[in-house]
């Protein structure tokens, strides 16, 4: 999860996106085809906020040729207004004006209405590497991996067009002072780094995105150059892909940024000519109350905090008790630190009205997965647990967290290693590739089963992540025990791990 404050966007944008809740809460919630928003904005308002992230979505599968069908999951974005709101999900340090998370539970992205330019720019950029996870198929080096979202961060709309690679101060400054070499930039990520080094990386990786994208010609460069296959030379690759020498690479980007002047490239917003479908509803006055927890229990509330949450939850729910709203998130909250039957009442009511609620179903097999957890489980919890995941599962084939739960109902017995708990565990990573856990456990069963070449290339982008390097170590460590037994086995080699 990458958290930080930084940029500038045109005011015109700033009053678009962000615009003046009004006095009295009323909470809305807009989806389109990629994207689930919610706000404490009036109906038009948060339309026109989600068709920029629309607009966005499009110019990312324009310049990249990604997939031209939406994501299978849409991602949800929440919209709030101060610091205090983001602490309900994730206790952020002061300053900071939104973050993304990725977990078993969900993904989501929230931001801080009154940071305005920061906020937006955060969102940006996380839902660069949100896309890129989720589209690509290749496996990126970490140099690309942060300028590819430093540089879709500063777009900037006006009512028709979209302005793309525009300057970006902080990283412009950065790159004023000692540049780290070039040969370092390619190789490796940031980890280890020092923090004047660090911005000095995010700075030039920014800058060489910026310079490769600047024309159709050093575009195909840069094509070539990321085709590469990992593991080789980069000084090497470099050269065969763009005739450039690290050093002569050096001088150019040197000479491309002299004096603040660099190239950027406009385009037509799509919605206005073509907008894609919205809808926008009012949610209930219990939204008020509860949205943020709801939020917060879409990708899991944390151990140390549950006590708490539950009692909180069951005195706002407590105010609404006939809200279908108010009593998912209660039932939510039970189920997991409080009482499991009063969970399974609640969502039986629910259920009654809405038998085929993918979520509904799904939070009922989670009711019987933690009691099967629990010291004294109860008999057959867990195969109850399965059932409720099947029903889950068929109401919405793409919910990524009912396949990752269900092969988790196996966990521990002879089942689990099957060829079926593979398949479901290989979906959800496709599903939700931004979810890492699902990959390293999806990894390890296909290596129980010997499927080593499959395991070593879901494992390979996590070896490449920029951003946890004990993540980046486990998933090497994997990578090479999966090597060795392939090697042993007289399978084919995989292709080698990335920098």
Not at 94 to 122: C, H, K, W
Request: hydrophobic share 45%; charged share 20%.
């Amino acid at each position: 999860m990458k958290i930080a404050a930084r940029g500038v966007l045109a005011a015109f944008f700033l009053l678009c996106w962000f615009g003046v809740a009004p006095a009295r809460a009323e909470w809305r919630r807009a989806e389109s085809p990629n994207f689930v928003v919610y706000g404490d904005l009036s109906e038009s308002a948060l339309r026109e906020r989600i068709l920029l992230l629309e607009d966005f979505d499009q110019l990312l599968r324009m310049l990249t040729a990604g997939q031209e069908e939406p994501a299978p999951n849409k991602l949800h974005i929440y919209i709030v207004s101060g610091i205090e709101a983001l602490r309900v999900v994730r206790q952020v340090p002061a300053g900071i004006a939104g973050f993304y998370t990725a977990s078993p539970d969900g993904i989501l992205a929230m931001v801080d209405g009154s940071q305005r330019d920061a906020g937006n720019e955060i969102l940006f950029h996380e839902y660069a590497h949100h896309f890129m996870m989720q589209n690509s198929t290749l496996i990126y080096p970490a140099w690309f991996v942060e300028g590819f979202a430093e540089y879709f961060a500063t777009v900037r709309f006006t009512a028709r067009k979209i302005d793309i690679g525009n300057y970006s101060r902080g990283r412009a400054a950065s790159i004023q002072g000692r540049w780290i070499a070039m040969e370092r930039l390619l190789s490796a990520g940031p980890a280890g780094l020092n923090q004047e080094e660090q911005a000095a990386y995010y700075a030039q990786s920014w800058l060489l995105v910026h310079y490769f994208y600047s024309t159709p010609e050093r575009q195909a460069a840069l094509n070539r150059l990321l085709a590469t296959v990992p593991g080789g030379s980069p000084a090497e690759a470099l050269q065969s892909a763009t005739g450039l020498t690290p050093e002569t690479l050096t001088r150019e980007l040197r000479r491309y940024i002299a004096g603040g002047s660099i190239r950027y490239r406009q385009m037509e917003r799509g919605s206005p000519a073509t907008p894609p479908p919205v809808t926008v509803a009012l949610m209930p006055r219990s939204a008020d109350d509860l949205v943020l927890y709801e939020a917060a229990l879409r990708t899991g509330v944390s151990d140390e905090n549950g006590a708490s949450y539950l009692q909180r939850i069951r005195v706002l729910a407590g105010r609404y008790p006939d809200d279908p709203l108010a009593m998912r998130v209660l039932a939510h909250i039970e189920l997991r630190y409080g009482d499991g039957a009063a969970a399974d009442r609640l969502l039986d009511r629910l259920l009654a009205a809405a038998p085929n609620d993918a979520e509904l179903l799904y939070l009922k097999g989670m009711r019987w997965l933690i009691a099967a957890e629990a010291d004294n489980p109860p008999e057959q919890a867990a195969a109850t647990a399965r059932t409720w995941f099947g029903r889950a599962q068929r109401a919405d084939q793409n919910h990524y967290q009912t396949l990752y739960r269900y092969a988790e109902s196996l966990r521990g017995e002879r089942a689990f290693f099957s060829e079926n708990t593979s398949n479901a565990l290989v979906l959800a990573h496709q599903l939700a590739p931004q979810v890492h856990s699902i990959t390293l456990n999806a990894a390890s069963v296909l290596i129980a089963r010997r499927e080593f070449a499959h395991a070593v290339a879901l494992l390979l982008p996590l070896v490449a992540n920029p951003h946890d390097p004990d993540l980046s170590r486990m998933a090497r460590e994997m990578t090479e025990r999966a090597r060795a037994a392939m090697g042993a086995a007289g399978a084919a080699p995989a292709r080698p791990v990335g920098n």
